[in-house]
C-alpha cells in the first residue's frame, strides 16, 4: 500500500524552540508539498519541490523553511516556533508522470501545538 | 488571487441526495479535485474533472463547467459515514501545486 507517512501525530512544542516536521513518501514521487490547515483558511501552501535539493515558496513561507536531500523525504522546519504556528500540517505527494489525473496523497497530518 | 468558493456547511438527511458546489476564479485551469476529508485525519481522493460533464464513481459523482467555473460533487443514498468535509481543489497549469478551497463540512442526519 503506498504511503505518505509523517514521523509524529501530536507535537507539543515551547515558543522559540526549532522544529522539525518530517515526512517520508515511498511512491517514488518527484513531487512533495507542505500545507498548513486552520478551522475557516483551509488548506494553506507553505513550500514544495519538484526535485532533491530543490525548493519553491508557496503562499505562506515565512517562518519557515524546508529540506529536501532525497527524493523520498521532505522535512519542513520552524527556525524559531511561534504561537501563531499551532496548526495542522499536511504533507502530500504527486508525480507527473503517471498520467493526467494525478492528484496527491497525503500523509495522515502532524498536529502541532506551541505554547 | 485565486478564488475557490465552497459552501461553509450543509446538512442532509440519510439515504438522500446531497450537491456540494463549488466555483472557481482562476489565472488558469489544468484541471478539478474533489477530496474528501474525515474530522482528524488526512485528504483522500475522490475525483477528477478535466473536461466538462460528468464524472460518475459509484455513489459519487462530479460535475464540470470549465465556461462556468463551476463544478459540483453529487453524494446519492448518504450513509453517516459520509459526514465529513468535502474539499475542491484546482489545478492552475501543468504540474502547479493545487489551489485548496476552504472546503464544506457535511453532516448526515438520521
Known amino acids: 500500500d503506498v504511503k505518505v507517512t509523517q514521523s509524529s501525530r501530536y507535537l507539543v512544542k515551547r515558543t522559540g524552540e526549532k522544529v522539525f516536521l518530517e515526512c517520508v513518501q515511498d511512491?517514488?514521487?518527484?513531487?512533495m508539498f507542505w500545507y498548513r490547515q486552520d478551522p475557516g483558511l483551509g488548506l494553506r501552501l507553505i513550500y514544495f519541490?519538484?526535485?532533491?535539493?530543490?525548493?519553491e515558496k508557496g503562499d505562506i513561507p515565512e517562518g519557515y523553511s524546508v529540506s529536501r536531500e532525497k527524493k523520498e523525504r521532505f522535512s519542513l522546519i520552524l527556525e524559531s516556533a511561534s504561537t501563531n504556528q499551532t496548526s495542522m500540517y499536511l504533507c502530500?505527494?504527486?508525480?507527473?508522470?503517471?498520467?493526467?489525473?494525478?492528484?496527491?496523497?497525503f500523509g495522515s497530518g502532524t498536529r502541532l501545538t506551541v505554547v | 488571487g485565486q478564488n475557490i468558493d465552497q459552501p461553509t456547511e450543509m446538512t442532509a438527511t440519510e439515504g438522500a441526495i446531497v450537491q456540494i458546489n463549488c466555483t472557481y476564479q482562476?489565472?488558469?485551469?489544468?484541471?478539478l479535485f474533489w477530496y474528501q476529508q474525515h474530522a482528524g485525519e488526512a485528504p483522500t481522493f475522490l475525483s477528477y474533472?478535466?473536461?466538462?460533464g460528468l464524472e460518475e464513481k459509484g455513489r459519487f459523482s462530479s460535475f464540470l463547467s470549465r465556461s462556468k467555473g463551476y463544478s459540483y460533487l453529487l453524494l446519492k443514498e448518504l450513509q453517516m459515514k459520509d459526514s465529513a468535509s468535502y474539499l475542491c481543489?484546482?489545478?492552475?497549469?501543468?504540474?502547479?501545486?493545487?489551489?485548496f478551497g476552504k472546503g464544506t463540512r457535511l453532516s448526515v442526519i438520521a
Open positions: 511512491m517514488d514521487h518527484e513531487n
Open positions: 481543489a484546482v489545478r492552475l497549469s501543468g504540474n502547479t501545486p493545487l489551489v
Open positions: 474533472n478535466v473536461l466538462d
Open positions: 502530500a505527494s504527486s508525480s507527473p508522470n503517471r498520467g493526467r489525473n494525478y492528484g496527491y496523497t
Open positions: 519541490s519538484y526535485d532533491v535539493k530543490m525548493k
Open positions: 482562476t489565472s488558469g485551469f489544468n484541471g
